[in-house]
């Protein structure tokens, strides 16, 4: 039986892992709480999932100055652990006005070739809980894509990344709230 430690407060993450994971001793971890620890335990995975919101509004150096902030709390957590997942959010191929895609595709290129990190992206998360939500219905309808809980459960090696999109990216020195950021990702192609 392996130790999972799922660091991040969103359900859709807590869930689809602990669903993943469901026969092993599974652990939680808030995601600025795990930020601001100094030590951890051992654990064979840890899945991260989280970003601090706050950055968004940051100056762009400041911005920038975040992800190796980042990547120093992932050397952090690859000390006590075999293996980490890192979730990322879905990275377009073409276009992209958020600063969270940026963030995150800059962070994939310092780690992708790291063996023990392995970083895993997708769309949101559909399953049952809000399957029949009327909003998710009218955005399908437009055409936005989402991912299906259980096909990520059991087909993970699919989301898997294994080469960087390369998205053009606008207006990414605009400061901006995570209701904005969130928008903007409906332009995302």
């Known amino acids: 039986m392996k130790k999972i430690l799922i660091i991040g407060s969103s359900y859709s993450i807590k869930d689809t892992f602990s669903k993943k994971f469901h026969s092993n001793l599974i652990y939680f971890s808030n995601f600025r709480d795990a930020w601001s620890l ?3 335990n051992n654990y064979d995975i840890i899945v991260v999932s989280g970003f601090h919101h706050s950055q968004i509004k940051q100056n762009f150096a400041n911005f920038n100055l975040y992800i190796l902030k980042y990547l120093d709390f992932l050397k952090k ?3 006590c652990c075999n293996n ?3 979730i990322s ?3 377009p191929s073409k276009l992209s006005f958020s600063r969270v895609v940026f963030f995150y595709k800059r962070l994939s290129e310092f780690i992708i070739k790291n063996k023990k990190i392995e970083i895993i992206y997708f769309k949101k998360i559909i399953h049952k809980k809000n399957k029949e939500n009327f ?4 955005l399908k309808v437009i055409g936005f894509k989402f991912t299906n809980q259980n096909y990520l459960i ?3 090696e699919n989301f898997k990344l294994k080469k960087i999109p390369e998205p053009k990216f606008l207006f990414l020195n605009i400061k901006r709230y995570m209701i904005i950021e969130r928008f903007l990702r409906f332009f995302d192609i």
């Open 89 to 91: 959010t879905f990275i």
């Open 135 to 138: 909003l998710i219905k009218l």
């Open 77 to 79: 957590l690859e000390i």
């Open 38 to 40: 100094k030590k951890f």
């Open 84 to 86: 980490i997942i890192l």
């Open 154 to 156: 059991t087909n993970m």
